[in-house]
């Protein structure tokens, strides 16, 4: 994309459109090391103080002193671009033109008083998101307040319950941009750390998700599937497989910022997960149907608890009763001597899909990996897993493990017969992961 003002051709990477021409509350750019996100903020801020009288404030967490903030990244900018209606000073910079002054604060070393002088500003650029504190954003983001505003962040995730990212990244609303940029999505990203970063995914593969890739850092054996198993599996690229019956899961909403959620597998291949907003109980039993009349399933699994029990009912009593199964999460396992309940025993279905010998293939899907990632684990008195349930994963992150549920559905069964004219003998293996 080639923005042009007077005689100065700026050349802007694509995934940075949205900074320029998109009028939206907050802006989130996160990532690893090399994906260009400081100078792709610092051009498009430069740009728009071009284009209209603007107040520009870049914060971060602690400012020392100038030399701490992004006031030089902005100087080697214009000198780069040959702007000459920027003037920098000792401490701001401004446009002689439109009237835009850029300006530059550390929040923790301001009280709440000062920086609520900020409720002026257009735009807000917070730099290395990852360090603000929820007090330093508590105070922060009600004053930036003026009619329009804006508040950018850019960041590389260090912990997944980062406060910016529980607060605007987790479960983003529609005054919200989210994009995730590495150094593979860099046009500009030198040959050199293309080689260090490739160099790292070979040697330590942990280390790579998280300095290049921008996966925050896993939490020990805490979790039940990690981020290196979540990655290899969405690095797959299967053909179809066709002959394997296809199952699907879906997971209903049950709050008002949750999504139903709609995920479908054959065999060893997960593929077109989808997610849907404010949808009634009849508008998802209507989709279901869709979905069976047009892809004809083996199976579709619901989850039957709570909301998700009047579209099992709908579906029941529309005739779907041989294809559709409800599941409740809560209830007692299948394999009781080593799950405590129905949704430690499925999500553990999908780690050990995800760790098999065989190689296994996930579809890309907007927070997939953050949800398959997200509960801890831990065992019961007599060895059984139990897993962190849901309420508890949103109250800590800010978000629902909607799409991973929907995934942990179609392993509802230990094994699936190949077709409905199999059902009885139930002689079909799934995926070989599981026999028996």
Not at 27 to 50: E, P, V
Not at 365 to 392: F, H, M, Q, V, W
Request: glycine share 8%.
């Amino acid at each position: 994309m080639v923005e042009e003002t007077k005689t100065v051709q700026v050349g802007i990477q694509k995934q940075y459109a949205p900074l320029l021409n998109e009028r939206k509350r907050y802006k989130l750019y996160y990532g690893g090391r090399s994906g260009g996100k400081s100078y792709g903020f610092a051009d498009c801020l430069l740009l728009r103080g071009r284009k209209e009288k603007l107040t520009i404030a870049c914060v971060r967490e602690v400012q020392n002193s100038i030399k701490d903030s992004v006031k030089k990244l902005l100087e080697d900018r214009i000198d780069k671009w040959g702007y000459t209606d920027y003037v920098v000073y000792e401490n701001r910079i401004d446009n002689v033109e439109t009237g835009t002054r850029i300006i530059f604060k550390g929040l923790r070393d301001d009280n709440a008083q000062n920086i609520k002088s900020l409720e002026g500003v257009d735009i807000c650029w917070i730099e290395e998101g990852q360090n603000i504190t929820k007090d330093s954003w508590d105070i922060l983001d009600p004053t930036i307040r003026k009619e329009g505003s804006e508040i950018w962040v850019s960041m590389n995730r260090q912990e997944e319950n980062d406060p910016i990212w529980k607060a605007i990244g987790a479960n983003p609303d529609e005054q919200t941009i989210v994009r995730r940029v590495n150094y593979t999505d860099n046009v500009f990203c030198p040959e050199n750390m293309k080689y260090l970063a490739e160099k790292c995914k070979k040697e330590n593969y942990d280390d790579w998700l998280h300095t290049w890739f921008g996966e925050p850092v896993q939490q020990g054996d805490k979790k039940l599937i990690s981020y290196k198993e979540v990655h290899k599996a969405l690095e797959n690229n299967f053909v179809p497989e066709v002959e394997m019956p296809l199952i699907i899961g879906v997971d209903v909403a049950r709050f008002g910022d949750d999504k139903t959620a709609i995920a479908r597998r054959r065999g060893r291949q997960a593929f077109k997960i989808q997610t849907y907003k404010s949808m009634s109980i009849v508008d998802t039993a209507n989709l279901c149907m869709r979905i069976i009349n047009e892809e004809r399933p083996l199976r579709l699994n619901i989850d039957a608890g709570g909301v998700g029990g009047g579209v099992y009912d709908v579906l029941m009593d529309r005739g779907y009763g041989q294809i559709v199964r409800g599941v409740n999460f809560g209830e007692v396992a299948q394999e009781r001597e080593k799950y405590v309940n129905r949704r430690a025993e499925m999500w553990d279905r999908v780690h050990l899909w995800l760790t098999s010998e065989l190689p296994v293939s996930l579809v890309d899907c907007d927070g997939l990996s953050e949800d398959l990632t997200a509960p801890n684990k831990k065992y019961d008195s007599i060895g059984r897993l139990l897993i962190e349930a849901k309420a508890d994963i949103k109250k800590r992150l800010g978000r629902s493990t909607d799409v991973a549920d929907a995934l942990a559905l179609t392993f509802a069964e230990l094994s699936y017969p190949s077709s409905m004219l199999q059902y009885e003998s139930a002689d079909y293996v799934d995926d070989n992961v599981y026999v028996g």
